[in-house]
Nanobody, 118 residues
Framework: QVQLVESGGGLVQAGGSLRLSCAASGRAFGAYAMGWFRQAPGKEREFVAAINWSGGTTSYADSVKGRFTISRDNAKNTVYLQMNSLKPEDTAVYYC???????????WGQGTQVTVSS
C-alpha cells in the first residue's frame, strides 16, 4: 500500500510558477513510476506528466511540454512538478499517482487545487 499526499497548490497569475510536491509513505516508493494528472471543472481527468522509478525516463502531455518538469527524490519519497509559464487553462485539481507504467494509476492522492488567474 502507498499513501500519497500532494501539496503546493494555490492561486497564481498567468505567467507565474508553482511547484507541486507529492510525499509518499508505505512500501517501496522507489519501485513505482509516479505521475501527475489534473481535472478541470466539467472535464475528465487527464494525464500531465510521469517519471519512471529511477528518474531516467519522463513523459509529458503535449499541452505542458517545455513548461512543466517532473522530478523525484527517492531518498525523500517525494515527486515534484515544477510548473512555469502557467496559463489560465492549467487551472485544475492536480493529482499525484503511483503505478507500474508511465501512465500510473494504481494509487492516488487526494488532489491539490491550482488556480491560474488571467
Amino acid at each position: 500500500q502507498v499513501q500519497l499526499v500532494e501539496s503546493g497548490g494555490g492561486l497564481v497569475q498567468a505567467g507565474g510558477s508553482l511547484r507541486l510536491s507529492c510525499a509518499a509513505s508505505g512500501r517501496a516508493f522507489g519501485a513505482y513510476a509516479m505521475g501527475w494528472f489534473r481535472q478541470a471543472p466539467g472535464k475528465e481527468r487527464e494525464f500531465v506528466a510521469a517519471i519512471n522509478w529511477s528518474g531516467g525516463t519522463t513523459s509529458y502531455a503535449d499541452s505542458v511540454k517545455g513548461r512543466f518538469t517532473i522530478s523525484r527524490d527517492n531518498a525523500k519519497n517525494t515527486v515534484y512538478l515544477q510548473m512555469n509559464s502557467l496559463k489560465p487553462e492549467d487551472t485544475a485539481v492536480y493529482y499525484c499517482a503511483a503505478g507500474i507504467s508511465l501512465r500510473p494509476n494504481h494509487y492516488w492522492g487526494q488532489g491539490t487545487q491550482v488556480t491560474v488567474s488571467s
